[in-house]
């Protein structure tokens, strides 16, 4: 098998090879690895290679559904023991953690093979991949473009053809985003489906979500039946599903009623391109035999924003408080400034927020069987082009020295910040509150060749609703034809 053979296959398929004594486990690491170095440089896609981990791995035994396919895991969360997981920071790229998560000892009883982790913007907080400590990761569709965030490098090496399949998490579109700025297929499993033990109970109060980005839908549907379910201590139980996921993809998903909306839930404006992808997703499906009528939920979109934005700011102030600040990039020192400036009150009531979405949602759903939007509001954003002005730094340094958080909320700050970063991705911030799983489908491209994903959220439990639609959709509308060029 050459590269580019290696490259137009699955997962599924490299692991059907390897079963079969056409190729092994060696060579497709080999085909990884000599990828991996050609575009690193240009992509940056890998923040830290463990060859002598891949190594052990391949002189041991493997077995499983992915025996002997090459794997990247995303450097947030996806613990590799005895390795640093660094969150894009400085602050933690050289203390390592005692133990494989549940995700990376799953991923190696299913056969993977991995030999390297994935770059993510500091603490995984933005929307696109660019950090102090490793650099920007880059878009292999444009290279003068972000893929995305915060699993960005997960993303770009899967679009690069570095490995079929990477490791990603989503806390408020890390997996939706880069799956639509990347041309890949990416599902976010609903709150507790995939555990996040053993180091965490939960990560982001359940908001977040660990999985995959594929190019096909139905390596998603097998790595979530390799995923899915409790580890020993999980907090949560969720019901199974009736057949494994797998097995899903065989199944017609029905004549499904489909919502759709292109506004932006905080009133941001929608690029032409992001809207016309969704429209013309909502036309595929009325020709599938779909029933798809404009509506949305009763949900004030920059409540919600708010709440996420509240978390976001907790959030940062507890990690921010586990490191020296000095180590940590200006923009995260001035969220968690913010965050130490909410008092446990505002933190709890932002909390019971949740479920006022929630139900608003799950009444919505009683009419319809799934929602679709745009993935993004806009297509991605060229290479530095979000970073915090000058003069907004400048005047943050002595902000910061005063630790004046409280009166920066005074002044409505809030709600500036939840309209200026959540404005390009607004989409995607209500499946991670509500615990609801949601999928990015590569169905479109703009007129300059860029991807543009169409976005669709499914009730509690649908994860088989949305991967029989996806399978449907990849069969009557392919998207592995597209490739990148990088």
Not at 61 to 84: H, I, M, N
Not at 169 to 191: H, K, T
Not at 369 to 398: F, H, K, M
């Amino acid at each position: 098998m050459n590269f580019d053979e290696y490259r137009h296959h699955d997962a599924t398929a490299l692991a059907q090879y390897v079963s079969k004594g056409e190729v092994t486990p060696a060579e497709l690491l080999r085909m990884a690895t000599e990828r991996a170095e050609a575009t690193g440089t240009r992509l940056n896609a890998i923040n830290r290679a463990l060859p002598e981990r891949a190594q052990r791995r391949l002189e041991a035994p493997l077995a499983g559904p992915f025996a002997g396919v090459p794997f990247l895991v995303k450097d947030l969360a996806q613990d590799v023991g005895g390795e640093p997981t660094s969150m894009g920071s400085r602050a933690f790229a050289r203390s390592p953690v005692a133990e494989d998560s549940t995700f990376v000892r799953r991923a190696d009883d299913a056969g993977l093979v991995l030999f390297g982790k994935t770059n993510t913007p500091e603490l995984g907080l933005k929307g696109i991949t660019e950090n102090r400590t490793f650099g920007a990761t880059r878009n292999p569709w444009d290279r003068d473009r972000t893929p995305g965030g915060s699993s960005g490098g997960s993303a770009a090496a899967v679009a690069a053809g570095i490995v079929p399949m990477a490791g990603a998490n989503d806390g408020g579109g890390s997996i939706r985003i880069p799956a639509a700025y990347c041309g890949l297929f990416g599902l976010r499993p609903g709150r507790g489906r995939v555990p996040a033990g053993p180091r965490f109970h939960e990560i982001w109060e359940g908001a977040s979500s660990d999985h995959v980005l594929t190019r096909s839908v139905r390596d998603s549907a097998r790595m979530l039946d390799v995923l899915a379910g409790p580890d020993a201590g999980a907090p949560f139980h969720v019901a199974p599903p009736e057949r494994p996921y797998s097995e899903e993809l065989q199944h017609a998903p029905g004549r499904l009623r489909i919502a759709f909306s292109t506004r932006s839930p905080i009133g941001a404006e929608v690029d032409p391109a992001c809207r016309q992808a969704a429209e013309n997703t909502a036309r595929q499906l009325e020709d599938l035999g779909h029933t798809v009528e404009e509506a949305e939920p009763a949900i004030d979109g920059m409540a919600l924003a708010r709440c996420y934005l509240t978390l976001y700011f907790g959030q940062v102030a507890a990690m921010v408080a586990d490191g020296r600040p000095g180590d940590f990039e200006l923009d995260t020192r001035a969220l968690a400034m913010l965050g130490r400036a909410l008092n446990s009150g505002e933190y709890v009531r932002a909390h019971q927020q949740w479920n006022t979405f929630g139900r608003a949602l799950g009444r919505f759903f009683q009419d319809h069987d799934l929602y679709l939007t745009p993935a993004t509001a806009a297509l991605p954003a060229r290479i530095g082009e979000l970073e915090t002005p000058r003069s907004e730094q400048l005047a943050l340094r002595p902000l910061l020295r005063l630790n004046a958080g409280r009166l920066l909320m005074k002044t409505g700050v809030v709600d500036k910040l939840a309209f200026r970063s959540l404005a390009r991705t607004p989409f995607t911030q209500l499946a991670n509150l509500t615990g609801t799983p949601a999928m990015s489908v590569p169905l479109h491209w703009s007129d300059d060749g860029l991807p543009v994903g169409s976005h669709f959220m499914a009730p509690v439990g649908g994860e088989s609703r949305l991967l029989r639609l996806a399978a449907q959709l990849e069969q009557a509308h392919p998207w592995w034809d597209r490739l990148p060029t990088a």
